[in-house]
């Protein structure tokens, strides 16, 4: 949503990439690409200054460095999942959007947990290293069935859903855990929903299947490592460090657990003296999950269809740092999001020390993932202060630095519109500024201010003003500014009673100077006044 068309964007495919995948991009006009199988890092240093896309795989850390040598950069795609080599942080605050390719490796992942799976519970590569020494040793490699034993899965995005339906397949009972995913969203899957706590207890297998958080470090640890079923055979095709590898160690020392099965460590590749190699019963693989040509012809064309629609319809997918939309809801919310800088500016400009927003979303809007239409008000708002620092990626970031305190609530039911928001900025002293609006004729426009009714459309120069409900005021304010050659487009007018406070919204060609500004703010029955510029 932050993307801008123009007539050249300078795309780096930094590491190797899908030869398909680099057609495309060369083949689509409006990208000039850079792609020579890979960059060392002084060559990508040199190319930086002219990047506005980077694609990167494994091999290209995007830190401080990179960021700081890309001033024109806006966005960086992540060709896999994990992105434990991008520094989202820094980028968020650079205003860099970073995407990953979720959907394209999760079957050859899922099927790499699979394989490990039986691995371990059959005993195949030590089989087979037997074997080629010459030996036959059938009795010692005895394994166990999957049939009707228990698999627990933790972590129920697109990668463990994908082991649900393979090990259910298999006759395995599968239990599963995820404190994100709500579990209505998961009641397709047909199985047990359990807590942290019951899939340790229960399982005769674990497989991991989560980013490396600090929630889900050291999933398995020393702690509770006595809490693991007899004889639990655990694997591990996400990120090292889900396991504690220690705690494993001890595990496979003691007979606690049977058998480990790792694609990933937490350094990679792990160290000569890894306590885990000495351990006939732990297999590791070089975290081979989505290495399949499969999985890589599809997550380079996955990467490629998020830059085409970043670059040419400013859709962000899969975005880590900035919400996702799908292209329908995004067209219905357009009027909303892109009047959201414009309200953000006006109340900002009322109540410019403000410290509480609150964004309630009333009808048909309450339906759809509205954070897009809550980060605009909140950019609009924070370009007042800071002008060019915020952006529509960090705006949310310097708001929580800023302990701005974000109030957000959604009721399906709306008076008068099929759709609204209302938002209100408070201060500390409890001063507020509000004001409603909508969308009609796919055009924002704001029907209410400080709770009166009025309506304008939140674009151009707008002059706000209080004033006491007098005759003559109106036309005296026409008259200055007639008076300083400053000509008036619209006017709006809204009162809450007779001979009370009112408001005057006025549309004018062209900002006015701070002294006549402030010669205005002075004029008999005027209490108020402010301009904003929305152009």
Same mark, same amino acid.
């Given at each position: 949503?932050?993307?801008?068309?123009?007539?050249?964007?300078?795309?780096?495919?930094?590491?190797?990439?899908?030869?398909?995948?680099?057609? $495309?991009?060369?083949?689509?006009?409006?990208?000039?690409?850079?792609?020579?199988?890979?960059?060392?890092?002084?060559?990508?240093?040199?190319?930086?200054?002219?990047?506005?896309?980077?694609?990167?795989?494994?091999?290209?850390?995007? %830190?401080?460095?990179?960021?700081?040598?890309?001033?024109?950069?806006?966005?960086?795609? $992540?060709?896999?999942?994990?992105?434990?080599?991008?520094?989202?942080?820094?980028?968020?605050?650079?205003?860099?959007?970073?995407?990953?390719?979720?959907?394209?490796?999760?079957?050859?992942?899922?099927?790499?947990?699979?394989?490990?799976?039986?691995?371990?519970?059959?005993?195949?590569?030590?089989?087979?290293?037997?074997?080629?020494?010459?030996?036959?040793?059938?009795?010692?490699?005895?394994?166990?069935?999957?049939?009707?034993?228990?698999?627990?899965?933790?972590?129920?995005?697109?990668?463990?859903?994908?082991?649900?339906?393979?090990?259910?397949?298999?006759g395995m009972n599968v239990i599963g855990f995820d404190p994100y995913i709500p579990s209505e969203?998961?009641?397709?899957?047909?199985?047990?929903?359990?807590?942290?706590?019951?899939?340790?207890?229960?399982? #005769?297998?674990?497989?991991?299947?989560?980013?490396?958080?600090?929630?889900?470090?050291?999933?398995?640890?020393?702690?509770?490592?006595?809490?693991?079923?007899?004889?639990?055979?655990?694997?591990?095709?996400?990120?090292? @460090?889900?396991?504690?590898?220690?705690?494993?160690?001890?595990?496979?020392?003691?007979?606690?657990?049977?058998?480990?099965?790792?694609?990933?460590?937490?350094?990679?590749?792990?160290?000569?003296?890894?306590?885990?190699?000495?351990? %006939?019963?732990?297999?590791? *693989?070089?975290? !081979?999950?989505?290495?399949?040509?499969?999985?890589?012809?599809?997550?380079?064309?996955?990467?490629?269809?998020?830059?085409?629609?970043?670059?040419?319809?400013?859709?962000?997918?899969?975005?880590?740092?900035?919400?996702?939309?799908?292209?329908?809801?995004?067209?219905?919310?357009?009027?909303?999001?892109?009047?959201?800088?414009?309200?953000?500016?006006?109340?900002?400009?009322?109540?410019?020390?403000?410290?509480?927003?609150?964004?309630?979303?009333?009808?048909?809007?309450?339906?759809?993932?509205?954070?897009?239409? *809550?980060?605009? +008000?909140?950019?609009?708002? !924070?370009?007042?202060?800071?002008? #060019?620092?915020?952006?529509?990626?960090?705006?949310?970031?310097?708001?929580?630095?800023?302990?701005?305190?974000?109030?957000?609530?959604?009721?399906?039911?709306?008076?008068?519109?099929?759709?609204?928001?209302?938002?209100?900025?408070?201060?500390?002293? @409890?001063?507020?500024?509000?004001?409603?609006?909508?969308?009609?004729?796919?055009?924002?426009?704001?029907?209410?201010?400080?709770?009166?009714?009025?309506?304008?459309?939140?674009?151009?120069?707008?002059?706000?003003?209080?004033?006491?409900?007098?005759?003559?005021?109106?036309?005296?304010?026409?008259?200055?500014?007639?008076?300083? #050659?400053?000509?008036?487009?619209?006017?709006?007018?809204?009162?809450?009673?007779? @001979?009370?406070?009112?408001?005057?919204? +006025?549309?004018? #060609?062209?900002?006015?100077?701070?002294?006549?500004?402030?010669?205005?703010?002075q004029q008999e029955n005027i209490t108020y006044a402010v301009q904003v510029d929305l152009r």
């Open positions: 949503m932050t993307g801008k068309q123009t007539l050249s964007k300078t795309v780096i495919v930094c590491d190797k990439f899908d030869a398909e995948g680099v057609a $495309r991009l060369k083949a689509h006009p409006g990208l000039n690409v850079l792609y020579e199988g890979g960059y060392k890092r002084d060559a990508l240093l040199a190319l930086l200054p002219q990047a506005n896309g980077l694609i990167i795989r494994s091999a290209t850390t995007v %830190d401080k460095e990179i960021l700081e040598k890309a001033p024109q950069l806006e966005l960086v795609i $992540r060709a896999g999942v994990g992105v434990d080599n991008i520094d989202i942080q820094e980028a968020s605050r650079r205003g860099v959007i970073v995407m990953n390719a979720p959907g394209g490796n999760s079957v050859s992942t899922a099927e790499q947990a699979l394989a490990l799976l039986f691995a371990t519970a059959r005993h195949t590569p030590q089989a087979n290293a037997s074997m080629k020494q010459g030996a036959w040793e059938k009795s010692k490699f005895k394994g166990v069935e999957l049939t009707g034993k228990t698999l627990g899965v933790v972590g129920l995005g697109r990668i463990g859903k994908e082991v649900v339906k393979r090990a259910r397949g298999l969203n998961l009641a397709h899957l047909e199985i047990d929903l359990v807590t942290r706590e019951d899939l340790i207890r229960q399982a #005769d297998f674990i497989t991991v299947h989560t980013p490396l958080t600090e929630s889900t470090m050291d999933f398995i640890n020393k702690d509770n490592l006595k809490e693991l079923k007899d004889g639990v055979r655990l694997i591990n095709a996400a990120r090292g @460090g889900i396991y504690n590898e220690e705690a494993l160690a001890i595990g496979l020392e003691t007979g606690k657990i049977k058998a480990v099965a790792l694609d990933v460590f937490t350094s990679e590749p792990p160290p000569e003296d890894f306590p885990l190699k000495k351990f %006939d019963n732990c297999i590791m *693989t070089p975290h !081979l999950g989505a290495s399949t040509g499969d999985a890589e012809f599809a997550v380079a064309m996955e990467s490629v269809d998020e830059l085409i629609d970043f670059f040419d319809r400013g859709i962000a997918r899969n975005a880590l740092n900035f919400p996702t939309i799908d292209p329908d809801s995004m067209d219905y919310l357009k009027p909303y999001f892109s009047g959201g800088q414009g309200i953000g500016k006006l109340l900002a400009s009322m109540c410019p020390d403000f410290r509480t927003i609150e964004f309630h979303y009333r009808g048909d809007i309450a339906g759809y993932m509205v954070q897009p239409v *809550t980060t605009s +008000i909140l950019f609009g708002a !924070l370009t007042v202060s800071m002008g #060019d620092e915020v952006n529509l990626v960090n705006a949310p970031m310097i708001a929580r630095d800023r302990g701005v305190q974000i109030v957000e609530d959604k009721n399906t039911q709306a008076e008068g519109f099929s759709s609204y928001v209302h938002v209100i900025f408070k201060n500390k002293a @409890g001063e507020k500024a509000e004001l409603r609006y909508t969308a009609i004729n796919r055009t924002p426009l704001v029907f209410s201010l400080s709770n009166l009714p009025l309506e304008f459309r939140p674009e151009g120069v707008l002059l706000i003003l209080k004033n006491h409900d007098r005759p003559r005021v109106v036309g005296n304010v026409g008259n200055f500014l007639a008076d300083h #050659d400053v000509n008036i487009a619209d006017m709006e007018l809204g009162r809450a009673e007779k @001979g009370g406070m009112a408001h005057c919204v +006025i549309t004018v #060609d062209q900002l006015l100077p701070p002294e006549v500004l402030g010669r205005l703010q």
